[in-house]
């Protein structure tokens, strides 16, 4: 494991305006894993990790931007509709925007994984590319935190210098090193802490 500054001298200037994000994935980090093979297909079933909202709430008080980018490939194998899934992530959001915890951009990648039309499933930076291209962000200086193998390679593929892998809820004995590995979510606040350097940005709330 190796340490990475994002910014050892601070806030560093921003002359092309763009701002740092973390992209969070979904099943496993933000909320708790349904299992191998099962999805979330209510708002009922779906529980949040411990410690995840504080993060999120973290991550927008150091003045980063906060990107969901998940796989749901239930929508693509008909077991929930995108109208179902899209209430799943309002409903999220009505939740994390009491604690000031919402995120920014909401990115899904909903095809099957045996599509032969698909270019957003990760691994690829699809989701990432886009989202950095909607909300202006600077990949360069943003981190990625996932559960699975392929979040940490789509990170990479990106370009991100930093990824954090939460282990315990996926058993690849096979995976790309991440640069750092919480045992489960729950210290994933204090991590944050102390990689995220404050950015002063007025108009970030
Ligand atoms: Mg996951």
Redesign the pocket.
């Known amino acids: 494991m190796h340490h990475w500054q994002p910014d050892p001298n601070g806030p560093s200037p921003r002359p092309n305006g763009l701002r740092p994000a973390v992209f969070f994935?979904?099943?496993?980090?933000v909320n708790a894993?349904p299992g191998p093979g099962s999805y979330v297909l209510s708002w009922e079933q779906f529980t949040f990790n411990e410690g995840i909202i504080e993060a999120l709430k973290l991550c927008r008080q150091r003045g980063y931007l906060t990107v969901l980018a998940t796989s749901q490939q239930g929508v693509g194998k008909g077991l929930m509709s995108a109208a179902q899934l899209e209430e799943i992530h309002q409903r999220m959001q009505d939740h994390l925007r009491i604690h000031g915890a919402a995120f920014d951009c909401v990115k899904a990648c909903t095809c099957l994984q045996s599509s032969p039309d698909c270019t957003c499933r990760k691994p690829s930076p699809e989701m990432l590319l886009q989202a950095a291209e909607e909300c202006g962000i600077d990949l360069n200086r943003s981190l990625v935190i996932?559960?699975?193998p392929r979040?940490i390679v789509m990170g990479r593929n990106a370009g991100l210098p930093c990824s954090i892998r939460i282990l315990g809820?996926?058993n690849e004995q096979e995976h790309p090193p991440a640069t750092y590995q919480l045992h489960g979510t729950a210290g994933l606040p204090a991590l944050l802490a102390e990689l995220l350097h404050e950015q002063r940005d007025p108009s970030h709330p």
């Open positions: 994935d979904r099943d496993g980090v894993c996932g559960d699975a979040d809820t996926k």
